[in-house]
């Protein structure tokens, strides 16, 4: 298993490299988050013995666990998941980013329930740039107040954008949703808010991500394979 996760790794960072080359973008400006979920802790050790040191969890007690589990490691956990109003105080603790902020609520909490030794929390605002009903994050009209509030409080440092766009396969309409995000981030920094992270793009659609001006793809199955959910 080890092998393949290394050799996965090596794969995907030669797509990213190639994909910022083909956007004249310099070499390294797009950040690979390894989003681990619903694999075990053993795999994340083979992927941080080929390098690698930030991980993507969507889940608050799996995120909890793999964090004491490896808890000597220094890695960088990167929460991506829906996150409710009872969980906070885990991810608070836990995390070095949350990429999944959709209300201010939510984000006043984990300011809160920040530990007073560890740095600011890194944050991402999530934005629905499909528009569906079904999908998380605030729309993109919400974002600039939500941004200047998340920006104001104590112990968050807020970083960027983050979206999921929808399933599709319609490439103009996925470029579409890329650059929705984009043009939101820039009228947030063109408004005086210093931000330097987009996060998008997932395993099927990195490059079309990075096109767009992505800084962190989020990638799982292109490292881990497939998943598999308990039924
Ligand atoms: C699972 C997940 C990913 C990774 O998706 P892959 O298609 O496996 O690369 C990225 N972002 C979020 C928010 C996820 O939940």
Redesign the pocket.
Known sequence: MSDSIAQAITDVSQRIRAAEAASARPAGSVRLLA?S?TFPASAVQAAYAAGQRAF?E?YVQELQAKAAALAGLDIEWHF??PLQSNKTRIVAENAHWV??IERLKIAQRLSEQRPAQLPPLQVCIQVNVSGEDSKSGCTPAEALALAHAVAALPNLQLRGLMC?PEPTTDMQKLAGQFALLRQVQDELREDGLALDTVSMG???DMAQAIAAGSTMV?????IFGA?HYPT
């Open positions: 989003v979920k993507g969507n991506i998941g990429h999944s999921i997932m395993s099927s989020r990638v799982g199955t292109a998943r």
